[in-house]
């Protein structure tokens, strides 16, 4: 018999790596489960980590939280989770959720801008 929930996650992966596919991401792919230390579910983005998330109930902190973790366990330099937007069944129209870190490190990358150093007191100079 097979598992709703798991039925329903794999379809959002494959509308993730569709989506990714169509964007210019040749090689996006769902990578396979089952390894000790968890990489995410969508690989061929080159340093990107993508946690795919198709449930009734949020839980951000939780899938951040996996998504850092799985970030480290790759060597990646940006971990995101991709979530399914309640009634849409698009991936271009699911919210993709990461920390501020990680969004400042995007800005960084897609303006090609490097961050001032943090003062004494942890804010930017």
């Known amino acids: 018999m097979t598992n709703p929930n798991k039925t329903k996650g794999s379809a959002w992966e494959r509308a993730i ?3 990714l596919q169509a964007a210019g991401w040749p090689f996006a792919e769902r990578r396979l489960a089952g390894s000790a230390k968890d990489r995410g579910d969508i690989a061929g983005v ?5 946690e795919a998330k198709n449930t009734a109930t949020r839980n951000l902190a939780g899938w951040v939280d996996e998504a850092e973790l799985e970030r480290t366990n790759d060597g ?12 849409r069944a698009a991936a271009g129209d699911g919210y993709v959720t990461m920390t501020g870190g990680q969004f400042l490190a995007l800005l960084g990358q ?3 801008v490097q961050p001032p ?3 004494e007191d942890g804010e930017p100079s």
């Open 76 to 87: 990646a330099w940006l971990g995101v989770v991709w979530h399914k937007r309640v009634g």
């Open 117 to 119: 150093l943090p003062a």
């Open 17 to 19: 790596v569709t989506a």
């Open 46 to 50: 080159p340093g990107v980590v993508i």
């Open 110 to 112: 897609a303006l090609d």
